[in-house]
């Protein structure tokens, strides 16, 4: 009896072992979930997310699964929708539902009482966004309406200027910021 078990165990742990990924290797110089490490349509929800968010000539996606937004190749995400800047500055990119007739006008007035806390920042408001830049162009906080969300982008520097270069890019991540549904 005692070898019929020990041989019903090899012929299992034989068959198991012959049921393994047969999708093929995958890229070793590429980190998990990039374009060149997926190789099979089945891959797992993971690798389905990371492939959506592919990344292209203008950056890569990123965001709270709120809001997102496209930011440049160069910034590196440490956390969903957070990360450091091509010149070591913060940046985050959230959302929050809006619930009720007044959750707007709330969450406008919010941004515009952080003004108060950021000497020489400079308010820029209309009827659907709230902008707040900071003094010497050391960040930005924006924030922006959509039908039952707002969407926010916040960058802050570390103390030292921010380059013009990275500035410029402000723009695009704010023109690409969306909800994610």
Same mark, same amino acid.
């Given at each position: 009896?005692?070898?019929?078990?020990?041989?019903?165990?090899?012929?299992?742990?034989?068959?198991?072992?012959?049921?393994?990924?047969?999708?093929?290797?995958?890229?070793?110089?590429?980190?998990?979930?990039?374009?060149?490490?997926?190789?099979?349509?089945?891959?797992?929800?993971?690798?389905?997310?990371?492939?959506?968010?592919?990344?292209?000539?203008?950056?890569?996606?990123?965001?709270?699964?709120?809001?997102?937004?496209?930011?440049?190749?160069?910034? /590196?995400?440490?956390?969903?929708?957070?990360?450091?800047?091509?010149?070591?500055?913060?940046?985050?990119?959230?959302?929050?539902?809006?619930?009720?007739?007044?959750?707007?006008?709330?969450?406008?007035?919010?941004?515009?009482?952080?003004?108060?806390?950021?000497?020489?920042?400079?308010?820029?408001?209309?009827?659907?966004?709230?902008?707040?830049?900071?003094?010497?162009?050391?960040?930005?906080?924006?924030?922006?309406?959509?039908?039952?969300?707002?969407?926010?982008?916040?960058?802050?520097?570390?103390?030292?200027?921010?380059?013009?270069?990275?500035?410029?890019?402000?723009?695009?991540?704010?023109?690409?910021?969306?909800?994610? /549904?």
């Amino acid at each position: 009896m005692r070898r019929w078990t020990v041989l019903s165990a090899l012929v299992l742990l034989t068959i198991l072992g012959g049921c393994g990924d047969n999708d093929g290797p995958t890229s070793v110089d590429s980190p998990p979930g990039t374009a060149s490490a997926i190789t099979s349509p089945a891959a797992t929800p993971l690798l389905a997310a990371t492939a959506r968010a592919e990344v292209t000539e203008e950056g890569y996606l990123t965001g709270d699964g709120v809001c997102e937004a496209r930011v440049p190749k160069t910034w /590196v995400e440490d956390a969903p929708g957070t990360g450091t800047t091509s010149d070591g500055h913060t940046f985050s990119v959230f959302g929050n539902q809006l619930v009720g007739p007044d959750a707007w006008t709330t969450a406008v007035n919010l941004l515009r009482d952080q003004t108060n806390r950021q000497p020489d920042a400079q308010l820029s408001e209309n009827d659907h966004s709230v902008r707040i830049t900071y003094a010497n162009g050391a960040g930005l906080a924006y924030r922006v309406r959509f039908a039952e969300v707002y969407c926010d982008l916040r960058i802050t520097g570390t103390g030292r200027q921010i380059s013009e270069a990275e500035r410029a890019t402000w723009e695009r991540v704010i023109a690409s910021l969306q909800p994610t /549904v």
